[in-house]
């Protein structure tokens, strides 16, 4: 059963959650090395080169059924990893989330995958970007990437901690849980502060 889900606000009244520094000053780290997908219960940039030709090959093809185009793509023909992408000094954190097509035929990703974080509070869902939302037609064994912006936790206190993230590609109920590769907490804010984002099917891998 899918989790409550949680805004950046609603965490600051669960219990539990301080805003106090924490007494040793260590920073709350996530492995920055790339997450590969585990199977989960079904529910609703700083990228390099590689990356920018894989995304470019992404959209070639002549797809799978009558019409000459690809039929979605599905959860279980998908490869689904996460890295950190964040430029040091910004104030917003980026994460690229990669779909790799393993199914043995072209498909389709359209529009947004829903993402969400897993924290010590709940369930937090990202917010879409509202950017154009092509549609991709993903060529068996390439890839494609989007990006989720967080906000960086610099407020001193421990936050909101980050346990995991949870990716469901789009127009699909099933979905992949990844460890968390971004910095290890959220801020708790009183709302005005900059929500997690994701952005469309295409936006990391080029610069984004």
């Known amino acids: 059963m899918r989790v409550t889900k949680l805004t950046i606000a609603a965490l ?5 959650l301080s805003l106090t520094a924490c007494d040793n000053g260590e920073d709350i780290a996530a492995d920055p090395q790339p997450a590969a997908s585990s199977p989960a219960a079904p529910s609703t940039g700083g990228a390099d080169t590689d990356q920018d030709q894989d995304q470019e090959g992404a ?4 797809g799978s059924d009558e019409d000459g185009t690809a039929d979605a793509c599905r959860t279980d023909e998908l490869e689904v990893t ?13 994460v690229a989330v990669e779909f790799t097509n393993g199914g043995g035929r072209d498909c389709t990703l359209t529009g947004y995958a829903g993402v969400d974080l897993k924290t010590n509070a709940g369930s937090l869902s990202a ?11 993903l060529k ?13 936790n ?3 206190g421990s936050g909101a901690r980050i346990t995991g993230l949870v990716v469901t590609p789009p127009n699909e109920t099933k979905s992949v849980t990844l460890d968390w590769p971004g910095t ?3 801020p708790v804010t009183d709302g005005s502060g900059t929500p997690v984002k994701v952005g469309p099917i295409g936006s990391a891998g080029q610069g984004g």
């Not at 600051?12 to 539990?16: K, R």
């Not at 068996?140 to 960086?152: E, L, N, Q, R």
Request: charge should be negative; aromatic fraction near 6%.
């Open 127 to 137: 917010e879409r970007t509202g950017e154009e939302a092509p549609s991709v037609v």
């Open 184 to 186: 290890g907490s959220l």
């Open 140 to 152: 068996d064994g390439k890839s494609v990437w989007f990006a989720v912006t967080y906000p960086v």
């Open 59 to 62: 959209a070639a093809g002549t």
């Open 12 to 16: 600051a009244a669960v219990a539990g």
């Open 82 to 94: 996460a890295s950190d992408v964040t430029i040091e000094g910004d104030t917003v954190g980026t």
């Open 154 to 156: 610099d407020s001193g």
